[in-house]
């Protein structure tokens, strides 16, 4: 059992103010995106992208379209989380990488090809639930990744997915699902919440 990764859990809050002064670097806000593309997609589909909003005009845009949520330009930086729909047309050079390492037989490309074109072709509702669910767990690599690093984080959903689409140029198939801030905390940021008891949200069969 990894003692601190069970403490980073247990420590881990959303910040609610973060120090407007505080800076995070280029090198920092690289490995934080790098950390985050370690979470699981379906497939190894890899069907995200990060957008880092770091410049205070560009702050100001997203903070204007983030209903004014004073968070978006006290953070250092903010991730914008996007998810794309699953394509199988992507699918063979982002396994390349798996295959070359010795880790996939070439053998298994195809089958996965095929069974991502078969499942998600034709089905907007599988390709927008797939997209969002890979974007929200890369989302959650990256709390931790900056939990690790010793900055504070805070996911958002107070947005207008439209407009920020828009803003952003993103592609037809991509949905922008999830803002996260990171930077330095500032005071009066509380401690994480109680969480209901395990017995009212474990059932075991």
């Known amino acids: 059992m990894n003692d601190a990764i069970i403490s980073g859990i247990r420590a881990r809050a959303s910040a609610s103010r973060f120090d ?21 997609t379906a497939y190894n589909l890899q069907n995200w992208r990060l957008v880092a909003v770091r410049s205070p005009a560009a702050k100001a845009r ?10 978006v330009t006290e953070a250092a930086v903010v991730y914008v989380v996007c998810g794309q729909a699953p394509s199988h047309r992507t ?11 010795g880790i996939m ?36 690599f990256l709390i931790f990744a900056a939990q690790a690093h010793g900055l504070a984080s805070c996911p958002m959903v107070g947005f207008d997915a439209e407009r920020l689409a828009r803003e952003l140029a993103l592609a037809a198939d991509e949905i922008p699902v999830l803002l996260v801030a990171v930077g330095h905390a500032a005071e009066g940021n509380r401690p994480q919440k109680p969480r209901l008891p395990v017995a009212q949200i474990l059932t075991t069969l």
Request: charged fraction near 20%; glycine fraction near 8%; charge should be negative.
């Open 105 to 140: 037989p070439p053998s298994t490309v195809g089958s996965w090809v095929a069974a991502v074109e078969q499942t998600y072709a034709g089905n907007a509702g599988m390709r927008r639930d797939e997209a969002i669910r890979s974007a929200t767990l890369g989302a959650a």
């Open 62 to 71: 997203l903070r204007d379209i983030a209903f004014g949520q004073a968070k």
């Open 91 to 101: 699918l063979a050079n982002r396994l390349r990488p798996a295959v070359d390492a």
């Open 20 to 40: 407007g002064e505080g800076t995070v670097p280029d090198v920092q806000v690289q490995a934080l995106a790098e950390l985050a593309t370690c979470a699981p």
